[in-house]
C-alpha cells in the first residue's frame, strides 16, 4: 500500500508505540494515544460508509478536536474526500464551499454548533445533508465492533481499501484574502511530501510538543500544526481558537510546549498578553501565513528571547515552500527553499525587483474546484508550462537562497502610471504608529489610476507624519495614502490574515 495519511498514522503507532500515554491532547480531561487515534480513525470511517459513497466529497464542520483528526483519517482510509468546511467564514461562504466540491454530506457536531452560535447558520445551508456524530453511535452495531476489535486494529492496513498516494486525501479551501474562495485539491502525496520537507529543516520529534491553535480548515493548521506532529512523533496539543490572546500564552506554559505555529497577527497578541514564564519552554516559534512584522519579531526577542523563524508557502503548496532555520535564521527573507522545490522569478514589467515566484515541487496541488465548473478539477496555471505553480507573488532569490517576498501581485496599486506596493504603504504606516495596526487597498481614481486607502486603528494618524515616516526610511511618497480611513479592528480571517476583500469593498463603498 502506498503512503497515505491512513498508512502515515500506522507506520507512527509502530515506530512510536500504540500506548504512548498522552500523545494527543485537546481541551477534554483525557489523552489520548495513536492507538486511541487509529481505533477513532476506523470506527469513524466505517461509520461515514454508511451515509456516503466511495469517492464522494465528504464537509467535515468540526473544530480542532482529537475527533476532528480522526474523523478525517478514517474519511480518507474509505475513499472518501473530507472537505474542510471554514465555519468561520458565514453560510453563504459554506454554501460556496459545498456546491465547489459537489459536497452533499457534512458531519459536524451538536455541542460544538451550539457552543459556537453556529447553529441558525447550519440551518440556512440548502440541500446538505448533516450527520451530527453524537447521533452516530447507534449506527456502529455489533458487527462493527466485532469488525473493529476482532480484525481492523490487529490488521489496520488490510481494513481498509488499498489506494495511490496521487488520489486526493483532502479538499482546503482559499482564505479568500485576495479573492472568491477555491477549492484546493490536495493530494496524499503532496501532504506527506510537504512533512518530510519540514522535518528536512526543523528536527522536531518525540522530544517535542506542539501547541496548535491554528483551525485545521487551513493548510497551515493541518500539515505543519497536526500532520507533523503525527509523523514525527511530537506530542500534540490542540486548541479551538487563536483568538483567545490571554489563555493561549499560559497553556503554552502549562503544557511544556516546544514548538508554537501562527501569523505575525496572532504572535504580536501572544506578546502582549504573556510573561516570559508562560513561554519559557517554547524552542521553536514559527511565522507564517502573513508577511512577519519587524516589531512583532523584535517583541519576541527583547522579552521572551526567542527568535522568531518566518516562513512561506500557500494553500496550493500544502503549504510549507521556505522557512528560516535556527542555525542560519536571516530577518527581512522567508529562508531558504525546502529540498524538492524549485524556483524560477519571471520577470513582471514595471516591478524593477524581483518578479513573478513560480515554483514545481512534489508538494503542490493535484488541482482546483472552481465555481464555473463545481466538482471539475482543473489544473493549476504557469507560463513555465505544466508541473509549474505561479503563486502570484512577486519575490527575489539573493546569491545565498535566501527568498524574500516583496509582495502580492495583486497587492500593487498602479498610481500614475508606476506599480506601487500597498506593503510599503503599511512599511511606512508601522514605522509612524508601531503600536498600531495598519492595512492598506487601492479604489479606482479618476486622475490617478487608484488611489491608496490605509485603514489604521490609530485615531490620531495623521498624513504628515507618514510623510515623515517615508521620508525616514527612504521610501517613495508615491505610495502615500490618498485616504486615511480609522477602524476599531482591522477585518480577520480565520488564519489571522487581513481580509483584504473586506477593506477593499469598505473602501469603495467610503468613495
Not at 514548538?259 to 514559527?286: C, I, M, Q, W
Not at 503549504?319 to 524560477?344: F, I, K, M, Y
Not at 496555471?381 to 503563486?391: C, K, V
Request: proline residues 6%; neutral net charge; hydrophobic residues 45%.
Amino acid at each position: 500500500m502506498t503512503d497515505t495519511l491512513f498508512t502515515a498514522l500506522v507506520d507512527a503507532a509502530q515506530r512510536f508505540g500504540r500506548k504512548a500515554p498522552a500523545q494527543w491532547e485537546d481541551q477534554k480531561p483525557s489523552a489520548t494515544s495513536y492507538g486511541d487515534l487509529l481505533k477513532t480513525a476506523l470506527a469513524l470511517g466505517r461509520l461515514a460508509c454508511k451515509f456516503t459513497r466511495e469517492g464522494e466529497h465528504v464537509g467535515v464542520l468540526m473544530p480542532n478536536l482529537i475527533a476532528t483528526v480522526g474523523l478525517l483519517i478514517g474519511l480518507t482510509a474509505f475513499r472518501r474526500v473530507p472537505c474542510m468546511l471554514n465555519y468561520t467564514a458565514g453560510a453563504e461562504a459554506m454554501q460556496n464551499a459545498c456546491t465547489v466540491a459537489g459536497v452533499k454530506t457534512v458531519f459536524a457536531s451538536r455541542l460544538f454548533l451550539k457552543k459556537a452560535g453556529l447553529e441558525e447558520q447550519v440551518a440556512m445551508l440548502s440541500g446538505i445533508e448533516i450527520r451530527y456524530l453524537e447521533d452516530l453511535r447507534g449506527d456502529f452495531g455489533w458487527r462493527d465492533k466485532l469488525w473493529l476489535i476482532g480484525f481492523a486494529l490487529p490488521f489496520p492496513r488490510a481494513a481498509v481499501p488499498t489506494q495511490e498516494a496521487e488520489l486526493p486525501a483532502v479538499v482546503i479551501y482559499t482564505s479568500g484574502s485576495e479573492g472568491k474562495p477555491k477549492g484546493v485539491v490536495l493530494s496524499h502525496r503532496a501532504l506527506l511530501s510537504n512533512v518530510g520537507q519540514i522535518m528536512d529543516f526543523l528536527p522536531i520529534g518525540p522530544q517535542d510538543t506542539v501547541f496548535n491553535c491554528l483551525p485545521i480548515f487551513h493548510s497551515f493548521g493541518l500539515t505543519a500544526g497536526t500532520l507533523l506532529p503525527l509523523v514525527s512523533g511530537a506530542r500534540l496539543v490542540l486548541y479551538p481558537s487563536p483568538l483567545h490572546f490571554k489563555e493561549i500564552p499560559k497553556l503554552i506554559g502549562e503544557k511544556h510546549a516546544t514548538v508554537l505555529f501562527g501569523s505575525s497577527t496572532f504572535l504580536s497578541h501572544y506578546a502582549r498578553n504573556a510573561t516570559p514564564e508562560d513561554l519559557k519552554s517554547l524552542t521553536y516559534v514559527v511565522a507564517g501565513a502573513e508577511k512577519l512584522a519587524a516589531p512583532v519579531r523584535q517583541a519576541w526577542k527583547d522579552k521572551f528571547g526567542i527568535d522568531v523563524l518566518e516562513g512561506y508557502g500557500a494553500t496550493e503548496t500544502a503549504p510549507v515552500l521556505s522557512v528560516n532555520r535556527p542555525q542560519d535564521n536571516r530577518p527581512g527573507t522567508v529562508g531558504r527553499l525546502l529540498p524538492g522545490v524549485e524556483a524560477r522569478i519571471v520577470p513582471v514589467p514595471g516591478i524593477e525587483r524581483g518578479g513573478a515566484l513560480h515554483v514545481r515541487a512534489p508538494n503542490l496541488l493535484s488541482g482546483y474546484y472552481k465555481f464555473d465548473q463545481p466538482g471539475v478539477l482543473q489544473p493549476a496555471w504557469s507560463e513555465l508550462g505544466e508541473g509549474w505553480y505561479d503563486l502570484g507573488d512577486i519575490a527575489d532569490l539573493d546569491a545565498d537562497g535566501y527568498l524574500a517576498i516583496l509582495g502580492r501581485l495583486k497587492r500593487f496599486a498602479k498610481v500614475a502610471g508606476e506599480m506601487v506596493s500597498l506593503e510599503l504603504t503599511e512599511a511606512i504606516a508601522r514605522a509612524a504608529a508601531p503600536e498600531a495596526a495598519h492595512a492598506a487597498t487601492c479604489v479606482p481614481d479618476a486622475g490617478r489610476g487608484e488611489a491608496i486607502v490605509l485603514f489604521t486603528t490609530d485615531t490620531q494618524l495623521a498624513k504628515d507624519a507618514l510623510v515623515n515616516a517615508a521620508r525616514a526610511q527612504g521610501l517613495p511618497e508615491l505610495a502615500l495614502p490618498r485616504r486615511i480611513e480609522t477602524v476599531e479592528a482591522l477585518p480577520l480571517l480565520g488564519t489571522g490574515k487581513i481580509d483584504y476583500v473586506r477593506l477593499k469593498a469598505l473602501a469603495e463603498a467610503a468613495s
